[in-house]
């Protein structure tokens, strides 16, 4: 024990004094302390370059691990922000619709759709729930028609969507007016319809735009409807086969104006018109 105590000792002893004045004892000291001197030093050095490594990584993780989350947070606002202008851009649109409708009009919100074999049905919920909404209304969006309200329960509107087998509606082609009549195919994988009772010899081609006529006063005129996809014009018989496709994308339907009129108040309107213009 004195021993472990002594040898530190005569090491201190040695390393303070001066060269002229250490005896052989103390060179012998100094030249077998040297080198255990140097690695002491150099380990001391590694151990302090590795703790200050790794606190400075530890620093790092913790900034990198701020920065992910503040990245993160930016994201999510800037897709919330994108999603808020969009929707914007869309309410504008429908702003502007519904200023070219000449009737009063009702907004609701698409919260589902329906796709069974035969039927296709869109579930609506109305911003206004005492909107005087009623069956046969026609129903309509940005990019055209819609289709007609099936049912109303409360602030809940059933809508049978333009592809719908049992839907018809006149119309007529923008490009040269020929008069068709589109009815939904009830296809279960794809919103088609088909464009019945189009003349021979009328003019219809591919691509050409179909617009509500009025006729029937189911629809407003010159509303869109579908745009035509496929002509056969057959050689014999009246009318010739078209197909269309219809302008409004109904999967990514989230909008559309529900029109406060029906066909009962519009026939009623051009019966009491009739006799006034006989006079």
């Known amino acids: 024990m004195v021993l472990l105590l002594a040898v530190p000792f005569f090491f201190l002893r040695a390393s303070i004094r001066k ?5 052989v004892v103390d060179r012998t000291l100094m030249r077998v302390a040297a080198p255990v001197q140097y690695i ?9 370059s590795l703790i200050g490594d790794y606190v400075y990584l530890v620093d790092v993780k913790e ?5 992910a989350y503040e990245n993160a947070r930016l994201r999510a606002e800037t897709r919330e922000l994108s999603a808020l202008r969009a929707e914007n851009r869309r309410l504008r649109r429908l702003l502007g619709l519904r200023e070219t ?3 009063e009009t009702v907004s609701a919100a698409v919260i589902a759709k329906d796709t069974t074999e035969y039927f296709r049905v869109a579930h609506l919920i109305l911003d206004n729930p005492h909107a005087a909404v009623r069956t046969n209304m026609p129903v309509v969006a940005l990019d055209g028609a819609v289709g007609t309200v099936l049912r109303v329960a409360g602030d809940k509107v059933d809508v049978q969507l333009t592809v719908d087998s049992g839907f018809g509606v006149d119309v007529v082609v923008e490009r040269t007016g020929a008069r068709g009549f589109v009815r939904g195919s009830g296809n279960r994988s794809r919103y088609l319809a088909r464009v019945e009772y ?24 010159g509303i869109q409807v579908a745009r035509v996809t496929k002509v056969v014009k057959r050689d014999f018989g009246i009318y010739q086969s078209v197909e269309a496709q219809p302008t409004v994308d109904f999967s990514r339907l989230e909008e559309a104006l529900i029109v406060l009129s029906d066909s009962k108040e519009c026939l009623q309107k ?10």
Do not use: H, W, Y
């Not at 002491?40 to 302090?48: L, P, T």
């Open 40 to 48: 002491a030093a150099a380990i001391a050095r590694g151990v302090s």
């Open 19 to 23: 060269p002229e004045d250490m005896n």
């Open 101 to 103: 409708i000449p009737a």
């Open 198 to 221: 189009v003349q021979r010899v009328d003019e219809v081609d591919v691509g050409d735009l179909l617009l509500t006529s009025g006729v029937g006063c189911r629809f407003p005129a």
């Open 63 to 67: 900034n990198n691990n701020e920065l």
């Open 270 to 279: 051009g019966a009491e018109r009739g006799p006034r213009a006989k006079r």
